[in-house]
């Protein structure tokens, strides 16, 4: 590992072999061996086991690529027991993100949270550690330890710019998930969630047929999707978020540590495949912009306090919150369906309140 290291690897250059040989002593270090035995990849992952790892220094030999060892070794290290349940598992890279996407990688949501100390003081000169990735085929090599989480939540939401893009999986080749290997059908739901999550699960599931080339998703088709499902939060890799639909459970489907709720424009979905949490939120602010136009201006005097107010609440009304959320995804039709499902977000809202 050290040679190819200090050779290959730009983000390591300088770094002695003391430096490797304490890296890996203090790391989870996973190998690639070539039919002579010889290390032909590997990986390192730091993790205090219960909340936070971080994969790093992670490479394959160049005459080696091309073959899948770089997914092959992303994919163990992911379903390593170092890292199995905690919350979070970080990496960078510079142009390997189509390698770590399909396990589920995102780009940050809130890089604005994140800070990082490098060199930390009292180190080695020239040394501030795997700080960021080279790529190279299947043998992306990604490192760094720069950052933690505190995994609060945050509505991923500027009142002043709107809602934000929504991101469509776009995925396609899928196998039917009533003959695949339910493994197979696991992976392809992660990475179906790690794209569009929080994403419903009847969106999921249809992204899924989608990909696998047909349309409808039936009951038999989706109950190996189910299963998948429950193998994913038994990992903890993916977390189920529940909300009343008007009698029927809605189920949210995020990666594990994710944020609860994030508002986006409406993209490719229908109303319907919007989650009523991101709906309740999105109403939630509408609702105060309603509210604070009737307090602009000049401060009202104490005799018409109670008919500006009141003229605000009727602003703030069900119906125009309703009717705000259209306007806010581009929508003009006010269908029964529409208002129902409107309905049960107005509702969620107000049990949040």
């Known amino acids: 590992m050290h040679d190819f290291l200090v050779r290959d690897a730009y983000w390591a250059q300088g770094r002695s072999r003391a430096e490797t040989e304490v890296a890996a002593a203090n790391s989870v270090v996973l190998g690639v061996y070539g039919p002579d035995g010889s290390m032909v990849g590997g990986a390192r992952i730091v ?31 992911c379903e390593h027991p170092a890292v199995a349940g905690i919350r979070r598992l970080m990496l960078i890279t510079r142009d390997a993100h189509e390698l770590y996407r399909p396990r589920g990688f ?11 100390l490098q060199p930390v003081p009292g180190g080695a000169p020239g040394e501030v550690g795997a700080d ?11 490192g760094g330890a720069d950052g933690s989480a505190d995994g609060s939540h945050h509505l991923g939401y500027d009142p002043v710019a709107g809602p934000g893009p929504y991101v469509v999986w776009q995925g396609g080749g899928l196998p039917d998930p009533r ?41 038999r088709a989706r109950a190996p999707m189910e299963q998948a499902l429950g193998r994913l939060t038994l990992r903890r890799q993916v977390e189920v978020d529940e909300f009343d639909n008007g009698g029927e459970v809605q189920q949210v489907l995020r990666l594990a540590g994710a944020p609860p709720v994030v508002v986006r424009e409406l993209g490719e979905r229908s109303l319907y495949e919007v989650p009523l949490n991101e709906i309740a939120e999105l109403m939630g602010h509408k609702r105060r912009e309603l509210l604070g136009r009737a307090g602009a201006g000049e401060q009202p005097a104490h005799a018409v306090a109670g008919v500006i107010q009141q003229a605000a609440l009727r602003r703030a009304s069900p119906d125009r919150l309703k009717r ?30």
């Open 179 to 219: 003959t695949a290997p339910v493994a197979q059908v696991v992976a392809h739901l992660l990475e179906i969630v790690g794209a569009e999550g929080p994403v419903t699960a009847d969106r999921a599931y249809r992204q899924y047929i989608r990909g696998a080339g047909s349309s409808k998703v039936t009951q």
């Open 132 to 142: 960021e990735a080279a790529a190279g085929g299947d043998g992306g090599a990604d």
């Open 106 to 116: 995102a780009e940050l949501s809130q890089p604005e949270r994140w800070m990082e």
């Open 47 to 77: 993790t205090d086991r219960a909340t936070f790892g971080w994969l790093a220094d992670v490479y394959v030999l160049a005459e080696h690529r091309g073959q899948g060892l770089g997914k092959a070794l992303v994919a163990a290290a």
């Open 324 to 353: 705000a959320v259209l306007d806010a995804y581009g929508l003009i039709r006010m269908t029964q369906a529409a208002e129902q499902y409107l309905d049960a977000a107005l509702a969620l809202l107000e049990g949040d309140s």
